[in-house]
């Protein structure tokens, strides 16, 4: 096991969280590095994804660093039958780093029981999205000014969706206030309410996306429903359609107030919504690359200061 991998958000404190987001404004600024030279990384993505997996890919060449992997577990021999396990060890054989994403929830930390190279969790199954949450974090920093004393909505699949869990979890220094909106069939599992009883998190329920939500919050982060973890698709077309944004639902909305989704969107948010200077989706995306950059280096043990102050003393 490597202590350095990052597998679930809670493992994190404070001062982590806030280095990360340093290292992420670093490279912002400075993008192009040569410090993974000699460096190979592998991705393995046993489930789809755009975002996640180029983001890391980019982060991992702009760095300087080699990718390996599948998109695509069927070009893979756990199409075969072969364990995780196995996967797992053989890959350790080859790379630095393992960035994996995986449809069952409790994979990542399996796997990092199985090897002494650091794993990086892309996300596993409705359970954990830690990068995710960085450059959710970093978005929020980036538009707000603070990550202090925010109302954030969560907004959709509050049942399935990882990303609202890692981002509820993490924000738990920074004194939030959330407001879940969700169908009852959708709503925040018990064990995150229980976990905002427990550290003095400030929340409230609703069902509806009403004036009087959107108008006091400062970030509303929208959600898509998750159709692959519903166990039928009666259910899941039961509740598909329970929330869609428009821009005219922004009128009053404060000035500050950003849209942040983790995509991909499907109709909860309406294209009309895209123009507006409150949509934030697109660019909190792009900041995915600089967070994954700085918890790439995080991971590995480089030391972003050092490269900092090369820069400083030019
Ligand atoms: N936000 C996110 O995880 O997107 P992808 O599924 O495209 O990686």
Redesign the pocket.
Known sequence: MNPNSIVSIDELSKEDLLSILRDAAFFEAHPNHKILDGMVVATLFFE??????LSFETAVNRLGGRVIGFSDANTSSSSKGESLKDTIKMVSNYVDLIIMRHFKDGAAEYARTVTETPIINA?DGSNQ?PS?TMLDLYSIQKTQGTLNDLTITMVGDLKYGR?VHSLLQAMRFFNPTFRFVSCPELAMPQKYIDFCEREGIKYEIHTELSPEVINSTDILYMTRVQRERFPSIEEYNRVKDCYSLNRAMLDGARENLRVLH???RLNEINEDVDDSPKAYYFDQARNGLFARQAMICRVLGIDVDALRRQFDNK
Do not use: I, K, V
């Open positions: 789809p994804s755009t975002r996640t997996r996300g999205h995710q990303t983790p995509l991909p």
